[in-house]
């Protein structure tokens, strides 16, 4: 995969070059609260995940979960 990278400075602004992250900073799965997650990444989450959510509302309510 790194083979196949673009060179950063080949499509940043001059001037501009962010810290890129080489490696994933956690072991396990990243777990950040709903209300604390942007809402970009909440809206792009799609409508598969709302259904979810919806169904898991659901069956919290009716004492299922």
């Known amino acids: 995969m790194r083979e196949q990278e673009i060179d950063p400075s080949?499509?940043?602004p001059e001037?501009?070059?962010p810290h890129l992250l080489t490696?994933?900073?956690v072991e396990g799965d990243l777990v950040v609260p709903l209300d604390q997650?942007?809402?970009d990444l909440i809206n792009g989450m799609g409508a598969e995940?709302?259904?979810k959510k919806k169904n898991?509302?659901?069956l919290e309510e009716q004492g299922k979960l």
């Open 56 to 58: 898991r509302k659901i």
């Open 10 to 12: 080949k499509y940043y």
């Open 37 to 39: 997650a942007p809402a």
């Open 15 to 17: 001037g501009y070059h």
């Open 49 to 51: 995940w709302r259904l």
């Open 23 to 25: 490696e994933w900073p």
